[in-house]
């Protein structure tokens, strides 16, 4: 049974540009959510999404941006990349989506380097 | 706002001595905290975790302790391997409005010296 997938693994950006990121849940679950971890830090949540629709937003700017489709997968994307946005962009997904009756399992993350 | 503090930031242990990692969380309507095993370069892997309905929870080496009038919850590894050398992040959450909003701490770097 394949766990929480995320691509690409790795992406290197230069300031300015756009990036999405693209995240498969585990079979079964509907709930997907973002973080971001920077180096040496824990993750930071930015976005929840529930059945397609946004149910949790982290304090991030409006640059960040997330979707969900009908196969539960979704997509984080990022316009005007800022050096500070280099990170690890961790993906984790759960049954429902909700935290005091199950577990979020987190996928491999997508290490984004802005130059 | 809400926030979870830990301490220490890095713990070195001679193998088979026990580590002890503490979180202090800010929100008391907390109700869910998982611990999370990062090794460099890898995802998060859950290790434990409790609810607000328990005091204590433990699985083999490992145990989670909880006091809700206190604000503040502990990681226990009794018996430490080398294996167990990696980057431990305490979690905090609740589901009152209903999303999945894990709060972490800021990690502890955990050495066992061989």
């Known amino acids: 049974d394949a766990g929480v997938t995320q691509s690409p693994t790795h992406l290197i950006k230069t300031r300015g540009q756009q990036v999405t990121l693209r995240c498969s849940p585990i079979s079964g679950h509907k709930s997907v959510s973002w973080y971001q971890q920077v180096l040496g830090q824990g993750p930071q949540f930015i976005f929840q999404y529930y059945e397609k629709e946004e149910r949790g937003r982290g304090n991030f700017p409006d640059r960040f941006s997330a979707r969900q489709f009908p196969n539960y997968s979704s997509e984080l994307n990022v316009n005007a990349l800022l050096l500070g946005d280099s990170a690890l962009y961790l993906c984790a997904s759960s049954l429902e989506g909700t935290a005091y009756q199950e577990t979020q399992y987190f996928g491999p993350g997508t290490r984004l380097l802005v130059l | 706002g809400e926030n979870v503090e830990q301490h220490p930031s890095t713990l070195s242990v001679q193998e088979g001595d026990s580590a002890v990692i503490k979180c202090t969380y800010s929100?008391?309507?907390?109700?869910?905290f998982p611990w999370y095993k990062q090794e460099l370069g890898k995802r998060p892997q859950l290790i434990i975790d409790i609810r607000s309905n328990v005091g204590e929870k433990k699985d083999q080496r490992i145990a989670v302790t909880l006091n809700k009038t206190a604000k503040h919850f502990s990681l226990h590894i009794t018996e430490t391997q080398p294996e167990d050398s990696a980057v431990y992040f305490c979690?905090?959450?609740?589901?009152?409005?209903?999303?999945?909003?894990?709060?972490f701490g800021s990690g502890t770097r955990l050495l066992v010296r061989p």
């Open positions: 929100d008391s309507a907390s109700n869910y």
């Open positions: 979690a905090a959450s609740r589901d009152m409005d209903s999303s999945y909003k894990l709060i």
